[in-house]
Protein backbone atom coordinates (compact mmCIF):
# COMPACT_ATOMS: atom_id res chain seq x y z
CA UNK A 1 0.00 0.00 0.00
CA UNK A 2 1.03 3.27 -0.59
CA UNK A 3 0.95 6.36 1.31
CA UNK A 4 -1.51 9.36 0.71
CA UNK A 5 1.24 11.91 -0.95
CA UNK A 6 -0.04 14.52 0.84
CA UNK A 7 3.45 16.44 2.18
CA UNK A 8 6.40 17.75 0.44
CA UNK A 9 9.15 15.84 2.45
CA UNK A 10 12.57 16.97 3.00
CA UNK A 11 15.30 13.90 2.39
CA UNK A 12 16.02 13.05 6.08
CA UNK A 13 15.50 9.92 8.05
CA UNK A 14 15.62 10.74 11.82
CA UNK A 15 16.16 7.64 13.86
CA UNK A 16 17.89 9.12 16.86
CA UNK A 17 16.58 12.44 19.30
CA UNK A 18 18.61 14.00 22.47
CA UNK A 19 17.62 16.94 24.03
CA UNK A 20 17.55 19.90 21.01
CA UNK A 21 19.18 17.65 18.51
CA UNK A 22 18.27 14.99 16.01
CA UNK A 23 20.76 12.39 14.34
CA UNK A 24 19.81 10.86 11.03
CA UNK A 25 20.04 7.53 9.42
CA UNK A 26 23.76 8.53 8.07
CA UNK A 27 24.52 9.74 11.55
CA UNK A 28 24.49 13.22 10.79
CA UNK A 29 23.82 15.50 13.81
CA UNK A 30 21.39 18.25 13.51
CA UNK A 31 20.34 20.72 15.82
CA UNK A 32 16.29 21.22 16.47
CA UNK A 33 15.08 25.25 16.04
CA UNK A 34 11.70 23.76 14.61
CA UNK A 35 10.76 21.14 17.75
CA UNK A 36 8.60 19.15 15.36
CA UNK A 37 6.49 22.15 14.53
CA UNK A 38 6.70 23.51 18.17
CA UNK A 39 5.64 19.61 19.58
CA UNK A 40 8.67 19.41 21.83
CA UNK A 41 8.49 21.13 24.68
CA UNK A 42 10.80 19.48 27.28
CA UNK A 43 13.37 18.54 24.47
CA UNK A 44 13.71 14.83 23.03
CA UNK A 45 13.79 11.97 24.51
CA UNK A 46 13.99 13.31 27.91
CA UNK A 47 15.07 10.62 30.71
CA UNK A 48 12.34 11.42 33.34
CA UNK A 49 9.60 11.36 30.22
CA UNK A 50 11.02 8.04 29.04
CA UNK A 51 10.86 6.62 32.43
CA UNK A 52 7.08 8.03 33.29
CA UNK A 53 5.58 6.58 29.52
CA UNK A 54 7.46 3.22 30.10
CA UNK A 55 6.46 2.25 33.63
CA UNK A 56 2.83 3.54 33.70
CA UNK A 57 2.81 1.00 30.27
CA UNK A 58 3.91 -1.47 32.26
CA UNK A 59 0.94 -1.03 34.59
CA UNK A 60 -2.06 -0.17 32.68
CA UNK A 61 -1.85 2.14 28.95
CA UNK A 62 -5.58 2.50 27.96
CA UNK A 63 -9.41 1.39 29.28
CA UNK A 64 -12.50 3.92 28.18
CA UNK A 65 -13.74 7.12 30.26
CA UNK A 66 -16.42 5.04 31.09
CA UNK A 67 -14.04 4.45 33.92
CA UNK A 68 -12.59 6.34 36.60
CA UNK A 69 -8.92 6.93 35.79
CA UNK A 70 -7.15 8.97 38.63
CA UNK A 71 -4.77 10.14 36.70
CA UNK A 72 -7.00 12.59 34.42
CA UNK A 73 -7.58 14.50 38.08
CA UNK A 74 -4.06 14.42 38.83
CA UNK A 75 -3.41 15.95 35.23
CA UNK A 76 -5.94 18.33 35.64
CA UNK A 77 -4.73 19.63 38.88
CA UNK A 78 -1.63 19.58 37.99
CA UNK A 79 -2.10 21.85 34.45
CA UNK A 80 -4.08 24.44 36.80
CA UNK A 81 -1.69 24.92 39.43
CA UNK A 82 1.38 25.23 36.85
CA UNK A 83 -0.66 27.55 34.36
CA UNK A 84 -2.27 29.56 37.09
CA UNK A 85 -5.69 28.66 35.23
CA UNK A 86 -6.80 26.69 38.97
CA UNK A 87 -10.68 27.38 38.97
CA UNK A 88 -10.96 25.74 35.26
CA UNK A 89 -11.82 22.62 33.69
CA UNK A 90 -10.19 20.60 31.65
CA UNK A 91 -11.68 18.25 28.73
CA UNK A 92 -8.97 15.80 27.64
CA UNK A 93 -8.86 15.30 23.66
CA UNK A 94 -5.68 14.23 21.32
CA UNK A 95 -5.17 16.82 19.08
CA UNK A 96 -4.80 21.19 18.69
CA UNK A 97 -7.81 20.42 16.04
CA UNK A 98 -9.66 18.50 17.93
CA UNK A 99 -9.37 20.52 20.91
CA UNK A 100 -10.48 23.36 18.58
CA UNK A 101 -13.53 21.61 17.28
CA UNK A 102 -14.85 20.60 20.88
CA UNK A 103 -14.35 24.38 22.26
CA UNK A 104 -16.65 25.96 19.09
CA UNK A 105 -19.21 22.71 19.99
CA UNK A 106 -19.09 24.19 23.74
CA UNK A 107 -19.48 27.91 22.72
CA UNK A 108 -22.67 26.62 20.60
CA UNK A 109 -24.24 24.67 23.45
CA UNK A 110 -23.35 27.08 26.22
CA UNK A 111 -25.03 30.56 23.64
CA UNK A 112 -27.67 28.73 21.65
CA UNK A 113 -25.89 30.40 18.23
CA UNK A 114 -23.67 29.13 15.71
CA UNK A 115 -21.88 31.57 13.92
CA UNK A 116 -17.64 31.97 14.39
CA UNK A 117 -15.67 35.16 14.32
CA UNK A 118 -12.07 34.21 13.67
CA UNK A 119 -8.83 36.43 12.61
CA UNK A 120 -7.60 37.04 9.18
CA UNK A 121 -4.39 35.02 8.67
CA UNK A 122 -5.54 32.44 11.70
CA UNK A 123 -4.66 28.69 11.93
CA UNK A 124 -6.99 26.40 13.77
CA UNK A 125 -6.40 22.88 12.51
CA UNK A 126 -8.34 20.80 9.62
CA UNK A 127 -11.26 19.04 10.97
CA UNK A 128 -14.58 20.95 9.83
CA UNK A 129 -15.43 24.02 12.71
CA UNK A 130 -11.78 24.37 12.80
CA UNK A 131 -10.25 24.67 8.99
CA UNK A 132 -13.43 26.73 8.66
CA UNK A 133 -12.09 29.11 11.14
CA UNK A 134 -8.84 28.63 9.89
CA UNK A 135 -8.02 32.34 6.76
CA UNK A 136 -6.63 29.62 3.92
CA UNK A 137 -9.54 28.96 1.28
CA UNK A 138 -7.18 26.09 -0.35
CA UNK A 139 -7.30 23.77 2.96
CA UNK A 140 -11.42 24.38 3.15
CA UNK A 141 -13.11 22.04 1.48
CA UNK A 142 -16.40 22.18 0.31
CA UNK A 143 -18.20 19.80 2.79
CA UNK A 144 -16.54 22.21 5.82
CA UNK A 145 -17.89 25.63 4.02
CA UNK A 146 -21.26 25.36 5.67
CA UNK A 147 -20.07 26.43 9.11
CA UNK A 148 -20.87 30.00 9.38
CA UNK A 149 -17.56 31.78 9.76
CA UNK A 150 -16.26 35.52 9.43
CA UNK A 151 -12.68 36.84 9.49
CA UNK A 152 -12.12 40.19 10.99
CA UNK A 153 -8.89 41.96 10.85
CA UNK A 154 -6.27 41.03 13.48
CA UNK A 155 -5.84 44.05 15.99
CA UNK A 156 -8.96 45.52 14.50
CA UNK A 157 -11.59 46.13 17.85
CA UNK A 158 -14.05 48.42 16.17
CA UNK A 159 -14.80 46.01 12.83
CA UNK A 160 -15.00 43.05 15.86
CA UNK A 161 -17.58 44.72 17.62
CA UNK A 162 -19.57 45.90 15.02
CA UNK A 163 -19.64 41.97 14.08
CA UNK A 164 -20.22 41.01 17.66
CA UNK A 165 -23.00 43.31 17.93
CA UNK A 166 -25.69 41.46 16.30
CA UNK A 167 -25.76 39.01 18.48
CA UNK A 168 -25.47 35.58 16.76
CA UNK A 169 -22.11 34.73 17.06
CA UNK A 170 -21.52 32.33 19.48
CA UNK A 171 -17.36 32.20 19.74
CA UNK A 172 -14.72 34.47 19.13
CA UNK A 173 -11.57 32.35 18.50
CA UNK A 174 -7.79 34.24 18.26
CA UNK A 175 -4.06 32.40 18.51
CA UNK A 176 -2.73 34.04 21.62
CA UNK A 177 0.47 34.48 18.63
CA UNK A 178 -0.38 33.78 15.52
CA UNK A 179 2.33 31.25 14.29
CA UNK A 180 1.24 29.49 10.50
CA UNK A 181 0.44 33.60 9.94
CA UNK A 182 3.99 34.81 10.40
CA UNK A 183 4.58 35.18 14.57
CA UNK A 184 1.84 37.83 14.77
CA UNK A 185 1.59 39.20 18.24
CA UNK A 186 -2.34 40.27 19.25
CA UNK A 187 -1.61 44.03 20.96
CA UNK A 188 -2.20 43.53 24.87
CA UNK A 189 -4.93 46.13 24.77
CA UNK A 190 -6.99 44.40 21.80
CA UNK A 191 -6.95 41.23 23.65
CA UNK A 192 -8.21 42.82 26.82
CA UNK A 193 -11.02 44.84 24.97
CA UNK A 194 -12.21 41.59 22.86
CA UNK A 195 -12.82 39.95 26.52
CA UNK A 196 -15.13 43.19 27.33
CA UNK A 197 -16.82 42.95 23.95
CA UNK A 198 -17.46 39.15 24.10
CA UNK A 199 -18.63 39.49 27.46
CA UNK A 200 -20.92 42.37 26.48
CA UNK A 201 -22.80 41.02 23.54
CA UNK A 202 -23.22 37.26 24.56
CA UNK A 203 -20.00 36.01 22.78
CA UNK A 204 -17.41 33.23 24.61
CA UNK A 205 -13.72 34.19 24.00
CA UNK A 206 -11.57 31.00 22.85
CA UNK A 207 -7.76 31.47 23.12
CA UNK A 208 -5.65 29.01 21.24
CA UNK A 209 -3.02 28.60 22.67
CA UNK A 210 -2.06 25.17 20.70
CA UNK A 211 0.98 26.46 19.65
CA UNK A 212 1.92 29.54 21.50
CA UNK A 213 0.97 27.85 25.11
CA UNK A 214 3.02 25.93 27.08
CA UNK A 215 5.49 27.65 28.22
CA UNK A 216 6.67 29.22 24.52
CA UNK A 217 6.13 32.78 24.96
CA UNK A 218 7.97 32.99 28.23
CA UNK A 219 4.54 32.86 30.09
CA UNK A 220 2.61 29.36 30.38
CA UNK A 221 0.25 31.13 27.92
CA UNK A 222 0.46 33.67 25.13
CA UNK A 223 -2.55 35.39 26.49
CA UNK A 224 -0.95 36.46 30.01
CA UNK A 225 0.89 39.14 28.55
CA UNK A 226 -2.60 40.75 28.56
CA UNK A 227 -4.45 40.20 31.70
CA UNK A 228 -7.49 38.75 29.54
CA UNK A 229 -9.49 36.47 30.82
CA UNK A 230 -11.03 33.70 27.97
CA UNK A 231 -13.60 31.78 28.20
CA UNK A 232 -11.84 28.58 27.02
CA UNK A 233 -7.80 27.84 26.36
CA UNK A 234 -7.40 25.20 23.73
CA UNK A 235 -3.77 23.49 24.10
CA UNK A 236 -2.49 20.43 22.26
CA UNK A 237 1.45 20.33 20.73
CA UNK A 238 4.10 20.82 23.79
CA UNK A 239 1.69 19.26 25.85
CA UNK A 240 2.39 15.81 25.45
CA UNK A 241 6.03 16.44 23.85
CA UNK A 242 4.93 14.13 20.83
CA UNK A 243 2.52 11.94 22.55
CA UNK A 244 -0.47 13.32 20.61
CA UNK A 245 -2.73 15.15 23.47
CA UNK A 246 -5.19 17.84 23.47
CA UNK A 247 -7.48 19.74 25.99
CA UNK A 248 -9.68 22.05 26.54
CA UNK A 249 -9.12 24.36 29.82
CA UNK A 250 -13.02 25.72 30.55
CA UNK A 251 -14.05 28.50 32.28
CA UNK A 252 -16.46 27.86 35.81
CA UNK A 253 -19.26 29.74 34.05
CA UNK A 254 -19.91 27.44 31.28
CA UNK A 255 -21.60 24.29 33.09
CA UNK A 256 -20.96 20.51 31.84
CA UNK A 257 -23.43 18.32 31.07
CA UNK A 258 -23.29 14.71 30.79
CA UNK A 259 -22.39 13.19 26.94
CA UNK A 260 -22.11 17.02 25.48
CA UNK A 261 -18.38 16.16 24.71
CA UNK A 262 -16.60 12.56 24.88
CA UNK A 263 -13.64 11.00 22.97
CA UNK A 264 -12.69 7.15 22.84
CA UNK A 265 -8.80 8.11 22.95
CA UNK A 266 -8.73 10.94 24.89
CA UNK A 267 -7.14 11.21 28.71
CA UNK A 268 -5.64 7.44 28.45
CA UNK A 269 -3.26 6.30 31.28
CA UNK A 270 -0.24 6.62 28.79
CA UNK A 271 -1.33 10.28 27.83
CA UNK A 272 -2.00 11.35 31.32
CA UNK A 273 1.42 10.31 31.99
CA UNK A 274 3.18 11.87 29.20
CA UNK A 275 1.36 15.47 30.50
CA UNK A 276 2.61 14.52 33.89
CA UNK A 277 6.12 14.07 32.50
CA UNK A 278 6.20 17.17 30.69
CA UNK A 279 4.76 19.33 33.55
CA UNK A 280 7.02 18.19 35.93
CA UNK A 281 10.07 18.76 34.13
CA UNK A 282 8.74 22.30 33.10
CA UNK A 283 8.45 23.00 36.67
CA UNK A 284 11.62 21.20 37.70
CA UNK A 285 14.12 22.66 34.67
CA UNK A 286 12.47 26.08 35.00
CA UNK A 287 11.40 25.96 31.19
CA UNK A 288 9.32 28.88 31.14
CA UNK A 289 11.75 31.00 32.38
CA UNK A 290 14.40 29.57 30.39
CA UNK A 291 12.24 30.21 27.15
CA UNK A 292 11.70 33.66 28.39
CA UNK A 293 15.57 34.45 28.60
CA UNK A 294 17.06 32.37 26.19
CA UNK A 295 14.47 33.63 23.68
CA UNK A 296 15.38 37.09 24.77
CA UNK A 297 18.85 36.42 24.56
CA UNK A 298 18.33 34.65 20.74
CA UNK A 299 16.41 37.70 19.91
CA UNK A 300 19.02 40.49 20.89
CA UNK A 301 21.86 38.35 18.64
CA UNK A 302 19.77 38.02 15.87
CA UNK A 303 18.86 42.21 16.00
CA UNK A 304 22.55 42.39 16.54
CA UNK A 305 23.94 40.16 13.70
CA UNK A 306 21.85 40.07 10.46
CA UNK A 307 19.59 42.09 8.28
CA UNK A 308 15.91 41.07 8.32
CA UNK A 309 12.81 43.01 7.87
CA UNK A 310 11.08 42.47 10.67
CA UNK A 311 11.72 40.48 13.70
CA UNK A 312 9.01 39.25 15.90
CA UNK A 313 7.66 36.90 18.62
CA UNK A 314 7.73 36.43 22.37
CA UNK A 315 10.13 33.87 24.09
CA UNK A 316 10.90 30.94 22.17
CA UNK A 317 8.76 31.71 19.54
CA UNK A 318 10.18 33.96 16.82
CA UNK A 319 9.91 34.91 13.36
CA UNK A 320 12.25 36.58 11.40
CA UNK A 321 10.64 37.94 8.21
CA UNK A 322 12.90 38.88 5.26
CA UNK A 323 12.24 40.98 1.73
CA UNK A 324 12.55 38.14 0.19
CA UNK A 325 11.59 33.98 -0.35
CA UNK A 326 14.02 31.96 2.42
CA UNK A 327 13.52 28.75 1.05
CA UNK A 328 16.60 28.11 -0.33
CA UNK A 329 17.49 29.60 2.97
CA UNK A 330 16.00 27.41 4.93
CA UNK A 331 16.75 24.39 2.76
CA UNK A 332 20.74 25.59 3.30
CA UNK A 333 20.24 25.92 7.12
CA UNK A 334 18.99 21.93 7.14
CA UNK A 335 21.87 21.00 4.59
CA UNK A 336 24.85 22.20 4.98
CA UNK A 337 24.37 23.39 8.49
CA UNK A 338 22.41 20.41 9.84
CA UNK A 339 19.73 22.53 11.70
CA UNK A 340 16.07 22.41 11.47
CA UNK A 341 13.68 25.57 11.45
CA UNK A 342 10.16 26.29 10.36
CA UNK A 343 8.68 29.06 7.98
CA UNK A 344 5.71 30.90 7.63
CA UNK A 345 4.34 31.77 4.58
CA UNK A 346 7.11 32.67 2.27
CA UNK A 347 9.21 34.65 3.63
CA UNK A 348 9.38 34.27 7.51
CA UNK A 349 12.00 32.01 9.50
CA UNK A 350 9.50 30.38 11.82
CA UNK A 351 11.85 29.65 15.08
CA UNK A 352 10.28 27.05 17.32
CA UNK A 353 13.26 25.34 19.23
CA UNK A 354 12.24 22.70 22.59
CA UNK A 355 12.13 25.24 25.46
CA UNK A 356 15.39 23.73 26.87
CA UNK A 357 17.50 25.76 24.19
CA UNK A 358 21.16 27.38 25.58
CA UNK A 359 22.46 30.14 24.61
CA UNK A 360 25.17 28.35 23.11
CA UNK A 361 22.64 26.75 20.92
CA UNK A 362 21.29 29.96 20.07
CA UNK A 363 25.09 31.49 19.40
CA UNK A 364 25.42 28.55 17.09
CA UNK A 365 22.44 29.01 14.91
CA UNK A 366 23.22 32.66 14.88
CA UNK A 367 26.65 32.12 13.85
CA UNK A 368 25.20 30.07 11.04
CA UNK A 369 22.52 32.07 9.67
CA UNK A 370 25.04 35.02 9.24
CA UNK A 371 27.65 32.72 7.20
CA UNK A 372 24.36 31.79 5.30
CA UNK A 373 23.65 35.40 4.84
CA UNK A 374 26.62 37.24 4.59
CA UNK A 375 27.90 34.10 1.76
CA UNK A 376 24.78 35.01 -0.70
C1 LIG B 1 -2.59 27.63 16.40
C2 LIG B 1 -2.91 26.23 15.97
N1 LIG B 1 -4.14 25.75 16.18
C3 LIG B 1 -4.48 24.49 15.83
C4 LIG B 1 -3.57 23.65 15.23
C5 LIG B 1 -3.97 22.26 14.85
O1 LIG B 1 -3.35 21.32 15.67
P1 LIG B 1 -3.28 19.79 15.24
O2 LIG B 1 -2.38 19.70 14.04
O3 LIG B 1 -2.74 19.07 16.44
O4 LIG B 1 -4.68 19.36 14.91
C6 LIG B 1 -2.27 24.11 14.98
C7 LIG B 1 -1.27 23.26 14.29
O5 LIG B 1 -0.29 23.69 13.73
C8 LIG B 1 -1.93 25.44 15.35
O6 LIG B 1 -0.71 25.94 15.13
Do not use: W
Given at each position: ?????????????????EGCYLWDDKGNKYLDLYGGHAVISIGHSHPHYIERISSQLKKIGFYSNSVKNPLQKEFANKLGRVSGL?????????????????????????????????????FHGRTSAAVAATDNKKIVAPVNAGHE????????????????????????????????GGVNIPDDDFLKSL???CRKYGTLLILDEIQSGYGRSG????????????????????MGNGFPMGGVLISPDIKPQKG???????????ACAAGLAVLEVMENENLVENA????????????????????????????????????????????EKRIFTGISGTNTLRLLPPLTLSEEQSDCFTDNLCALLNSS
Open positions: MDLFDVYSLFDIVPVKADDYSLFLCNSGAEANENAFKLASFHTGRNKIVAFEKAVEFVAFNDIVKTEEVLSKKDVAAVIIEGIQGVKTIKFFAFQYSGTEPDMVTVAKGMLGTTFGGSYLKQTGAYLMKKLKNSISYKELKGRGLMIGVEFSEKISDLRFQLLN
